[in-house]
């Protein structure tokens, strides 16, 4: 890891600057998806983890500042080399202990998702490894993520808690991605998932579980400023739009954003959520055609999770043509969890967003980097290579874009710069 105070990449083959298009307003939707805003033979300068200058190279080299202080900038060559705004995965959960095998094998004998919850494995079988892990445990275990997710080219990360379904265990996941996120040098943005499923000490009584995290976890989270935003699965055999809207309404009273899992497994209507503003509804496998064309006029981002969809091995995936075509801005994002989507990998994503969304190269890196910021209400900061802009970059081996997506299911980052931080990929060596 190298923290220069001024960094200057040169010669980069394609800049994917993703720079806000003039026609756009507010997260990128229909044609404006496609457009990433490319340079060629460019140069990126960033002073002090912000980006200060983006061109052509050999007009960054004429510029007098850079002529008088080229010894004191860490100058890399990027030839053969494509750089665009670091990926912001903005769903993860990365805190939990360990890998679910035997769901994995279940599945893989004809068991379904929902069969296996409830069996008693599923999400409520990484609560006990959580619930008796220490702090220091699980914060390793979500550095561990953090570290892979850079090395992959992603700079910011939207991580939840819900694996403890306790107060103090949801308190103690959110505490761990904050100890995590001050030893990472990217951008980490906490979300509350005490509504993930409802517990077994509180079968039959969900309504009482909704009270506790309304209650108790909402109110402690807002207070010890531990996470940015809520978030409900809202699903059969989780927690019904109705109680949705009382997790939603405590977070609003207590001052934080919300977001959603919905439509995953079956429809829910997005109506009565629409109130309270939320940043995302995420899946949306089964959205209904009325709220599309609702959506379509929102800035909420519908965030689709096609790693889930290939884990489960699932015929059916989110309708991303549809949304598109429909005017939604739409987001991807890794889902990174132990029971349906064990991947930290933005660009196998984007791959399945090609293959099996059926979005183009562009509009899976679109969808990827500031609509992900746009998902996180980060765009001001996140998800595109402008002038003012916190120096987050990803650089991958590859001369055109389209090979982010191509070369499925192996690293072609070369490194990444998080914050003005460089990390290099495990594989790439030296840097520049
Ligand atoms: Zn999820």
Partial sequence: MRNPSALLLINIAQLLTLRHPPQAQGPRRGPALKELGIIEDAAVLCLGGKIVSIGKTKDALRDPWLKKNRKKVLEINCEGQVVLPGFVDSHTHPVFVSPRLVDFEKRISGASYEEIAEAGGG???????????GKSLLAEKVLDALHEMAELG???VEAKSGYGLSVESELK??????TAAARWPGTVVSTLLGAHVVPAEFRGRSQKYVELVCNEMVPQAAKRKLAQFVDVFTERGAFSAQETEQVFAAAEKHGLGVRAHVCQLSQTALQTLLRFDPASFDHMDHVSDDDITELSRRDAVATLVPGAN????????????????????????T??????????????????????LKMSPAEAITASTINGAWALR????KGSIEPGKDADLAVFEAADYREIPYWFASNRCAFAVLNGTLVASGGSGELG
Wanted: proline fraction near 9%; hydrophobic fraction near 40%.
């Fill in 154 to 156: 992603t700079t910011t």
């Fill in 173 to 178: 996941s959110l505490e761990a991605i904050r």
């Fill in 310 to 333: 290939y884990f489960l091995g699932l015929d059916c995936y989110p309708p991303a043509r549809k949304l598109i075509d429909a005017g939604v801005p739409v987001a991807l994002a």
């Fill in 123 to 133: 999400i409520r079988s990484s609560l006990a490894g959580v619930r008796r892990a």
């Fill in 378 to 381: 980060l765009a001001d900061r």
């Fill in 335 to 356: 889902d990174y969890n132990p029971g349906s989507s064990p991947t930290a990998s933005m660009p196998f994503v984007m791959s399945l967003a090609c293959t099996h």
